[in-house]
């Protein structure tokens, strides 16, 4: 079922990417549609799955990833319209599409959950952590439009990147307002996380994965950083004046090590997050 959202995310990169180099208002449109065609299959694929074991399905990383996917598709389809700007479209879909293939190639299926995540503290706890995932990641897509602006700009090279982006005091606010928001969902879903981690220890005081619970354990060390790394990102734009470049080093970076928790610390590393 994870593949049919996939096959709408390739054709909306490829129409994002003709988009881009003919700037057609008809291809535009186009790939707009076929993404929005993409959210909607995706949409229908975890409602399927939410029918038939009667919760989100995002308590695996696998699930967890491609719920991540389809917010991420919401996140940049907002923020296209708010825009009315599709330049950006050709950023965010290699990221789709690249993640979305976890799921399509790995997909375990559907599986019951745990007696451990009964509580409704822990899907508060997920959902705004993958919020904010989504908002780091869309934040990520639009430094790396800033920078590339900002390095035509400066070469005095007017050209491919200046007449298909919008400008860099709009790149530099969407940044701040989408790593904003994601720093908020972040701190509610480390706080929720905390709760239930002592709940769970509450309920199931054997259960290796919650010994495992603590703050030396890599998925939670590395949340934590992200945290920090997200924190000083926001101080330093209002205390320090850290705007344009150096933001969007900060989201770029932020999103890197959002990565690196999301797959290889989830899947390899990890002994408190096993739930799958």
């Not at 881009?20 to 299959?41: E, I, K, N, Q, Y």
């Amino acid at each position: 079922m994870q593949l049919f959202p996939l096959v709408f995310y390739v054709l909306a990169a490829a129409a994002y990417g003709v988009h881009f180099g003919g700037r057609s208002p008809a291809v535009g449109r186009t790939a707009t549609t076929l993404l929005g065609a993409g959210a909607l299959a995706h949409a229908f694929v975890i409602g399927m799955q939410t029918m038939e074991i009667g919760h989100v399905p995002f308590a695996g990383t696998t699930q967890a990833i491609s719920t991540f996917v389809w917010l991420l598709v919401i996140a940049y389809l907002y923020t296209e319209m708010a825009a009315d700007e599709r330049g950006m479209g050709v950023f965010v879909l290699p990221i789709v599409i690249a993640l979305q293939l976890v799921p399509v190639l790995g997909d375990p299926g559907v599986e019951p959950r745990s007696a451990l995540l009964e509580s409704p503290m822990f899907w508060v706890h997920v959902s705004a952590m993958l919020l904010s995932y989504a908002s780091f990641g869309l934040a990520a897509v639009i430094s790396v439009t800033y920078l590339l602006l900002f390095k035509e700009i400066k070469a005095k090279h007017l050209g491919f990147f200046y007449t298909r982006l919008p400008s860099l005091q709009s790149l530099d606010v969407m940044n701040s307002r989408a790593a904003l928001i994601g720093w908020v969902c972040l701190t509610t879903g480390i706080s929720f996380g905390a709760l239930w981690a002592v709940q769970a220890q509450a309920i199931a005081p054997d259960d290796p994965r919650m010994g495992a619970m603590s703050i030396v354990d890599p998925k939670i060390l590395v949340a934590l950083v992200t945290w920090l790394v997200y924190t000083f990102q926001i101080v330093a734009r209002r205390a320090l004046g850290w705007r344009g470049r150096r933001a969007a080093w900060l989201s770029a970076a932020g999103f890197a090590i959002v990565l690196l928790n999301f797959l290889p610390v989830s899947y390899f590393l990890t002994r408190s997050h096993n739930f799958y």
